[in-house]
């Protein structure tokens, strides 16, 4: 299968990426990546020269290399995205070029010049916004807060509106909140582990009561795999582990996995518009295509750690004034 990978670059791309090449010899990857906030040059250097992989440095919004780019591909799979949501609070406008404008592009190329490739567009549960109780399922209206879920729902839209007009084989994954190796230190997981080994105090977004339901990123390629090979054009898939857990409660484990005090943490004025829980019903990926998660949260939390602890030359250079400042909501919400 020849595969374009888009944002592959980034945490979860790099993860996906490296997961595909390891388990399938048959497998061809290019990846295009506009190296902007989230990606790493060095995610994927070990690969460059490889027969079954190729990277090419370019944004998703321009035309003329997506129509190139998608011609001789089977599949695409779409991680190219700006996901921070404290950034799209701040400056919005590149959240909806790249991941509005980007993914129409990406239609647009296979509309014009490759009717019979799949595309999987990796999609989130911020598209639903908070629930209080229960869990979202795949037919649920969406309710986006911030810029970001605001710009990855209208990208879903457009998706399925593709698939409808144009007949295109498209698919949508939507998933809880991912964590492990080569995610960027401006996200709650390796923020805080980066902040603790450097002992550096901990901040915490309101009271830390915000639940998230985490997913080992390993866990989240296996599915997009799964959907990818067998999941059914026009159908859109939720992907949860189960691992719903307070804010707190996560930053807590992280300091015990690293033998730190809790008293580091100190509580920050809250994001504007912070959804307060997410939850995700799950069960007809696991019906359907068999899927089910193979990481146990709190010994993948831990291999994460020893992961930043043994990549200190990785993340030393990402980890800028934003993340290392002493206040960093400030820098954040200005
Ligand atoms: N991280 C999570 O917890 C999570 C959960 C659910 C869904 N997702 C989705 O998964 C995808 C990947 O997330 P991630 O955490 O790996 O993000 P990331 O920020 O680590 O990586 C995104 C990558 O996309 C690239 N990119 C951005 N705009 C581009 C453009 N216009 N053209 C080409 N490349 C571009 C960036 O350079 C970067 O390498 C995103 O679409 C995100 O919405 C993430």
Redesign the pocket.
Known sequence: MRILV????????TNFIRYMLSRDREVEITN????????NLENLEDLNGQANYRFIR????DLKLMAEAVKDVDAIV???????VDRSIREPRPFI??NIL?VFTILEAMRKYNRDACLVH????EVYGEIQRGSFKESDRLNPSNPYSAS?ASADMLCLAYHKTYNLNVKITR????FGPY??PE?LIPKTIIRAIKNLKVPIYGTGKNVRDWIYVLDHCEAIRLVLENGRSGEIYNISSGNELENIEVVRMILRHLGKDDDIIFFVEDRPGHDLRYSLDSSKIRSELGWRPLHDFSSALKETVEWYLRNESWWRPLATKEILHPTPWKLNLQ
């Open positions: 888009t944002g592959g670059l980034g945490f979860i791309g295009i990546d506009k190296v902007g906030a989230g990606s370019g944004d998703i919004s779409n991680f190219a995205a700006e996901t921070h070029q790249s980007g990796v999609s989130t549960d990855k998933c809880t909140n991912n995610q960027f996200k």
